[in-house]
């Protein structure tokens, strides 16, 4: 498993496509699906935590500044 400690952004191209399929997954059937497909990539799983957690954090406050229906 690959130590995140020192990384600060994605390794390579290949995984950073990975990383935004992901996310757009995320949308369409939810954050555990997301995760899932990531760990089955073998990104690892620090990155996943993080990438998830953040884009969960946005979609919250996205949506708290989105306009309701009035």
Do not use: F
């Not at 497909?37 to 993080?50: A, D």
């Amino acid at each position: 498993m690959q130590d995140c400690t020192d990384k600060s952004r994605r390794e390579d191209q290949w995984t950073a496509a990975i990383v935004q399929y992901a996310i757009a997954l995320s949308d369409i059937v939810g954050i555990a699906s997301a995760e899932r497909y990531l760990l089955s990539r073998c990104v690892p799983l620090c990155v996943v935590q993080r990438v998830l957690s953040g884009h969960a954090d946005l979609r919250r406050s996205t949506a708290r500044m989105a306009p309701h229906g009035n």
